[in-house]
């Protein structure tokens, strides 16, 4: 299971170049440990067989000094792990083993001798690992190291270890294989498997990429129909914030033609408002006047009232005058009487003293005198009836007179008293106009002020639909471009629908 | 000697020797009647001359002529004057034959007008007869 999972990881590791370092790290932990295992193992058998006398004895020192270097190689490559990044560790792990691979050849009978077939271990763990140009250079490193170290054996520089013919060398040969050729048998078993993996991944993507270029056409066809659909909404829209901004143009210009309106009405209203305030004053104006025309109505009902007791009394004392005219003439018709007796006596007289001839002369003289007297007396009683007449016709017609202008005074005060009550109505009158002229003050203060509610109502609709124009505006915009969009969506997903297919 | 009477309508001038006295008489008044002493029988003179010379003045003056046993009143509206000399022209011959009643004796010319003489005497005995007649009617 374990192995199972290690071969995912480096399968993962190998199949995909931008794989973790930690995964790379894993993997180089568990290679390091196998390389390791496999070294420890080696060169412990190295030292048993020694111990048996097998091999020589001085093998026993080189294969514990190669156990320490694996394990210097081991420990630096995990510790590089743990402190330091995959890389590091790696190079440390592939240059370590490479530096592990020369001391074998030394130990191990030199560059003739059956380790320098362990040279391919790196070469072939670089190359594995997917560093394309780590293991050319390890390779020429590694080969460096064995011309060098060929050259050195050569000089006498170097002499190598352990290279006893015989079965000492057969045995270390056979460990030598057995140990790289496990390494690179682990390391191939990982290849191999890592391919395997690869391409049942490789597989899976296609047929995961297959499924998903199926659910990327049936997007497309469906953003196909939605950007139809988008597109068709987006007109809609389009048309819809055109009939929307030009509802919104329209409310805003009913919205001024109702302010100013209301406007007007709230400047009528302040009209009205001045005109009951003037009718008010006029009332109250009215009602002062007519309080003194109703003290000037009393005081003439009450002059008419003297007047007309006054011409009764006129009329009174000229009837009174009248009687005593009569009386005057009564008198006069007496004196007229007597004179005419007088004159009818001095005719009777002169007729007498006619008739006594000479001696009735003188008598005579004096009837006629007397008859002169009479005479006179006549002319007077005459003159004096006729101005008695007249005054008698004065009189009467001053009677008449007063009796005229008593029932002109008694008309007259039935006048002022129904002046009076007329004016009493007319009192009533004012005051139920100044009464109406303040309801109306009250009425028109407070539709001036409903009115100036109403315009600032309606400059605040005003404002929102200048608001609810300039957004239709913006949606208008917005789905412009959202046509735009959906005709572009629609293009493209008829382009990718297309090369899907 | 001769008197001037005036009527409703008209001026008349009469003989002071045809009248015994001058009196004046209220119109309806008590002296006019049958019960005085001698009887008084009263007539207006205007009427009797002139049918329309109908006055309605109160105070009536009344020229007093004696008949026999009875005064006949004849009743004017005034009487003014007393003419003295006057120069009575008596009336034409021809003139006083076709005269109905010989009332009318002369004419006197007073401020430029004629004025007719009357013989009250003949007048008050006219009155008195036609009275007498009345009475014996009835």
Do not use: C
């Not at chain 1, 919205?255 to 406007?263: A, N």
Request: charged content about 20%; overall charge negative.
């Amino acid at each position: 299971m374990e192995q199972a999972s290690n071969h995912k990881i480096f399968a993962s590791v190998i199949t995909n170049p931008q794989s973790h370092d930690e995964e790379r790290a894993r993997v180089l932990t568990h290679l390091t440990m196998v390389f390791g295992g496999v070294a420890g193992v080696g060169n412990t058998l190295f030292i048993v067989l020694a111990l048996v006398g097998i091999m020589p004895p001085q093998a026993v020192g080189a294969a514990a000094g190669v156990i320490a270097m694996v394990a210097v190689i081991v420990g630096g490559t995990l510790g590089a792990l743990r402190l330091s990044t995959a890389t590091v560790a790696s190079n440390i792990f592939l240059y370590g083993s490479l530096i592990y691979v020369i001391g074998m050849i030394y130990l191990g009978g030199g560059v003739t001798g059956p380790a320098g077939i362990a040279f391919l271990f790196p070469v072939v763990v670089a190359g594995l690992f997917g560093r394309a140009a780590e293991s050319p250079r390890l390779f020429g490193v590694a080969l460096l190291a064995y011309l060098l170290l060929a050259v050195a054996e050569t000089v006498g520089v170097v002499q190598p270890q352990n290279d006893v013919p015989g079965l000492p060398r057969t045995v270390a040969f056979v460990i030598f294989f057995a140990s790289v050729g496990g390494l690179l048998t682990y390391v191939a078993s990982l290849w191999s498997t890592s391919t395997t993996r690869f391409l049942e991944q490789t597989r899976a993507q296609s047929e995961e990429l297959y499924e998903t270029n199926q659910r990327l056409i049936e997007k497309n066809i469906q953003q196909v129909e939605l950007g139809s659909e988008l597109s068709a909404a987006a007109t809609e829209l389009l048309r819809a914030s055109h009939e929307q901004a030009s509802g919104a143009s329209e409310q805003a210009s009913a919205v001024s033609q109702v302010s100013t309106t209301i406007e007007e009405l709230g400047s009528t209203a302040r009209q009205i408002a001045i005109a009951a305030e003037q009718v008010a004053e006029a009332a109250r104006q009215t009602l002062e006047n007519l309080s003194e025309g109703q003290e000037a109505v009393d005081k003439s009902i009450q002059a008419m009232d003297r007047i007309r007791s006054r011409m009764q009394d006129v009329s009174a004392r000229v009837l009174n005058l009248g009687e005593r005219s009569q009386q005057i003439g009564e008198i006069i018709d007496l004196i007229n009487d007597l004179s005419d007796e007088t004159h009818l006596l001095a005719l009777n007289a002169a007729i007498e003293a006619a008739g006594a001839g000479e001696h009735g002369r003188r008598f005579a003289v004096v009837a006629a005198e007397v008859k002169s007297l009479a005479n006179r007396a006549l002319v007077a009683a005459k003159e004096v009836k006729g101005v008695i007449a007249e005054i008698q016709q004065a009189t009467n017609a001053a009677v008449l007179a007063a009796e005229e202008g008593g029932k002109e005074v008694a008309a007259g005060v039935e006048l002022a008293h129904s002046a009076g009550q007329v004016m009493d109505v007319i009192v009533m009158a004012a005051e139920r106009t100044a009464q109406s002229s303040a309801e109306i003050n009250l009425a028109t203060a407070q539709q001036q002020s409903a009115s100036e509610q109403v315009v600032e109502t309606m400059r605040e609709i005003a404002d929102v639909a200048r608001r609810t124009a300039a957004g239709a505006r913006q949606v208008q915009d917005a789905a412009q471009r959202l046509t735009a969009i959906a005709n572009r969506l629609h293009g493209l997903s008829q382009d990718g629908a297309g090369r899907a297919a | 000697m001769l008197l001037i009477i005036r009527t409703a309508q008209h001026r008349y001038i009469v003989r002071r020797e045809d009248v015994a006295t001058l009196r004046a008489i209220a119109r309806g008044g008590d002296n006019s009647g049958e019960e005085a002493d001698p009887p008084v029988i009263a007539a207006e003179l205007g009427p009797l001359i002139d049918p329309d010379d109908v006055s309605t003045v109160q105070r009536r003056h009344a020229l007093i002529i004696p008949l026999r046993r009875r005064n006949i009143a004849l009743l004017v509206d005034a009487v003014d004057t007393i003419v003295e000399h006057a120069d009575v022209q008596p009336l034409p011959q021809l003139l006083r034959e076709r005269l109905h009643e010989p009332w009318a004796t002369g004419v006197l010319l007073i401020d430029d007008q004629p004025v007719v003489q009357l013989d009250v005497r003949a007048i008050a005995r006219s009155v008195l007869l036609q009275r007498t007649r009345a009475s014996e009617q009835k």
